[in-house]
């Protein structure tokens, strides 16, 4: 096995894959013009919405994934994953935008309202977060009050709804930002100074990480339906994240190995995503049975009403097809240890699992904000290509900012070039 490489080639971003991501770009913002000023349907407006929602939400927990994976891998010391921390580090660096937006599309939702009818009544109501921001709901004496949201207003208000997402997602990035920082700085100076600074950071983001991400995701997806909870939530969104975030890190990696980039990638290091990647969406359905499982079997119709929604007609194909692609496919394409040393398998399980995390934060969101009105069009292939063409285009435009595509003087970089499996 070759194990000496020049690690001074940096990637450069031009050719198709510019060319395509710019091309993405356009199509979401055509997606987007078309849903806010020609799709003059009832629920044209509110489907933009809930789609750009959806979409800087998995926008912007994929950037927070790449941070999520370089911090457990520094705080287990891990040796296998030095040679393509590069390709998580530019996810991190691509953070701050993906926040920015994500907090754009909340207010945005938020501030911008219209007439609905409910209960024979006309009220204004934002387009997101309705269940609890329209006006009246915790106001005692109002006809619109609701004494559940009203007990939840400490939380779901709009300046502490807001500042919670703006803190958290100041934090993620500032700890990501400080582990590339670290790194880079470990290839100019070289010594164990930096990679401490790595593992210390890392411990610190794991215990803010476990402790906030619940809540991010309990305000950013859950609180759409703000009278239904469930505390498992929080850990079914995390295991979303990850296996998306996996699966884009493993396909970026297997594209670029094409491309001819990273020739110290083997089939080994490959192996490794894809057990991650099927460890992973085995955590995700334990967490996704355990929460359904539990909902059904206790029959509270204050619990079963999320799922209720979810097995209407217009949902409940959707709902046992987020189960076989985001279970079914990567159980049964990756369950044999030569099923993940196959580029070709990975890739198509990749593109399964990103297209199935994509169902699964539709699921989470469009019954709670469109309803049983629910359309599938041209808002929805637009703007997730719009969101693919963005991403691309800043992963890579960040990943040809580096000096060099491995961290060269990563203490375990050695033992990643000699990792085998």
């Not at 024979?120 to 006809?143: D, I, N, Q, R």
């Not at 759409?224 to 396909?251: C, D, K, P, Q, R």
Request: aromatic share 18%; charged share 10%; net charge neutral.
């Amino acid at each position: 096995m070759k194990t000496e490489y020049s690690f001074n080639e940096r990637f450069e971003f031009a050719g198709k894959a510019k060319t395509w991501s710019l091309i993405g770009i356009v199509i979401g913002v055509l997606g987007i013009l078309y849903g806010f000023l020609l799709d003059h349907s009832e629920m044209g407006v509110q489907r933009t919405f809930s789609n750009l929602l959806l979409m800087s939400y998995y926008f912007v927990c994929i950037c927070i994934g790449g941070v999520f994976f370089l911090a457990y891998q520094y705080a287990a010391q891990a040796g296998w994953s030095a040679a393509f921390l590069r390709i998580p580090q530019a996810f991190v660096r691509v953070l701050p935008i993906a926040a920015l937006i994500f907090v754009l599309v909340v207010l945005a939702g938020l501030f911008t309202t219209h007439n609905i009818v409910e209960e024979g009544k006309t009220v204004v109501a934002p387009y997101l977060y309705a269940h609890w921001a329209t006006h009246g709901l915790t106001t005692p004496g109002s006809e619109n009050y609701d004494a559940i949201i009203a007990g939840k207003s400490a939380v779901l208000s709009i300046p502490s709804f807001v500042g919670a997402i703006v803190v958290f997602l100041v934090a993620y990035t500032a700890f990501g930002l400080m582990l590339v920082k670290y790194s880079q700085l470990e290839d100019e100076m070289g010594g164990m100074s930096n990679y401490s600074k790595s593992f210390k950071i890392s411990l610190i983001f794991l215990v803010v990480f476990g402790f906030t991400y619940p809540v991010f995701a309990f305000d950013g997806i859950m609180s759409l339906e703000a009278h239904w909870y469930s505390t498992m939530f929080g850990w079914y969104n995390l295991a979303a994240l990850h296996v998306a975030t996996l699966s884009i890190m493993a396909l970026t990696l297997i594209l670029l190995k094409k491309s001819g980039y990273f020739p110290w990638i083997t089939e080994n290091h490959i192996h490794s995503l894809g057990k991650l990647i099927f460890g992973f969406s085995i955590f995700w359905t334990y967490v996704w049975f355990a929460q359904f499982f539990l909902t059904w079997y206790a029959n509270m119709p204050e619990e079963s009403v999320y799922f209720y929604k979810r097995w209407e007609p217009e949902y409940k194909w959707w709902f046992w097809l987020n189960i076989i692609l985001n279970f079914c496919a990567p159980l049964f394409m990756l369950m044999s240890r030569d099923a993940k040393r196959y580029y070709t398998r990975m890739i198509t399980v990749c593109i399964v699992l990103i297209i199935g995390h994509w169902l699964d934060y539709y699921l989470m969101i469009m019954p709670g904000t469109v309803g049983p009105l629910r359309q599938f069009g041209v808002q929805e292939i637009c703007i997730f290509v719009g969101f693919a063409g963005l991403f691309s285009f800043l992963m890579l435009n960040a990943l040809s900012k580096f000096k060099s595509l491995a961290p060269a003087k990563h203490p375990f970089m050695d033992e990643s070039l000699h990792h085998q499996i």
